[in-house]
């Protein structure tokens, strides 16, 4: 079994990397395919991985994938072979000056007819069809075929609603693994960019090359998620004819499974180009509710606190109510309560994942503010992502419907906002 294991991924490999597209629009990128100079032959087969800020060991894959298993109990990482340097170039100590938000949400008047077309069954359609390729592990045949689905889903919407005659367009950011990560430009009046993201792959941990990986919530729920959010957005005629004070990209990221790769080679490239990203927002899982719901306790939204810029996610507790809660002294969180609801139906909850635990790490890293949300306090998120049980029957899509609330009313709001 160990040989056919390790053919298989061999196999995948070669034959995902032979087949990804060619290059459309494409920034420039790494892969580990090709090793950083100065390295010993037996690094070569292994991967740097950074599990806090400045630790760091050299791995196997396996010994990756059993990371991740262990992930419950908060070894995330980021795999840092090819990206070692992001966020110490003097671009990224630019990027650290703060950035200041607005105090409270002000375009109601537009954002609520506008989130009055989101669509339950849209969603439910697309994650039906993104859930049916075998696995969307990034180095395998069907990660670049789904890939190449979503890129035809998305750039459909945007020739729909008329954006691509004024600049809005799709590209693929290629990566040596095969998957290509992909990203939505929607022009503004200024060069300052808003990035809504949310990661494509799956992964299964027993066998990636070999299991399937429907990938349901981890993350095809925050994937179909952000691409409702910008269908809706797209109806605005001031979004579409670039009136908007600020460029909005969003995001689908490849190889997140993998310890963020495709996240950190586009923040990476970003970083040495000296693009000003504002704001960027993590949709990963957004589906997910029975745990806290057996728990006895109200659905609500979970806003992470730890290795995520402050001030941006304050503005994130902004957009989903207008009142902020008192100081909780129970070191168990209760969800916020407020007077107000504003751009949700449900309350926050804020909570903690660890480091490197999604794809926001990739942009806070690099010096650019980044927030995550996620489907509940992270105690009771999904216990079925990474095996072949993450499917659409244990998600919930009113609640995907408030995540898709809350990323319209934030990229509306912020596509709009003045920044200095």
Known sequence: MKVLYTLLILTGSWIAFASSPPAADALPQNGH??????LTPEEQDRYLIELQPGETRWVTEEEKWALKRASRAGLNFMDITDTPHLGRTMHALAARKPVTYPPQARLQDDVFPLAKNLSKSNMHENLERLTSFYTRYYKSPSGVQSAEWLLGRINASIFESGAAATGSHIRRFEHAWGQPSLIVTIPGKSNKTVVIGAHQ???????????????????G?????????????????????????????FHWYSAEE?????????????????????AMLQQDMTGYVQKTLDAGLQESVGVIEDFVDLALTDFVKTIITTVSPDPDPDPDPDPATAAELLYCDIPYVTTRCGYGCSDHASAYKAGYPSAFVIESDFRFSDDHIHTTDDVLAYLSFDHMLQHAKLTLGLVYELAFAHFE
């Open 221 to 249: 729920s925050g994937t179909v998620t952000i691409i409702e959010a910008l269908r809706v957005l797209l109806r605005s005629d001031k979004i579409r004819k670039g009136e908007a004070e600020n460029t909005v990209e």
């Open 258 to 278: 993998g310890g963020l790769l495709g996240s950190q080679a586009i923040f990476s490239a970003y970083e040495q180009a000296g693009r000003e990203v504002v």
């Open 33 to 38: 395919e090709q090793a950083p100079l100065g």
């Open 201 to 219: 792959d799956s992964i299964n941990l027993f066998l990636p090359a070999l299991l399937a990986a429907p990938g349901a919530d981890d993350d």
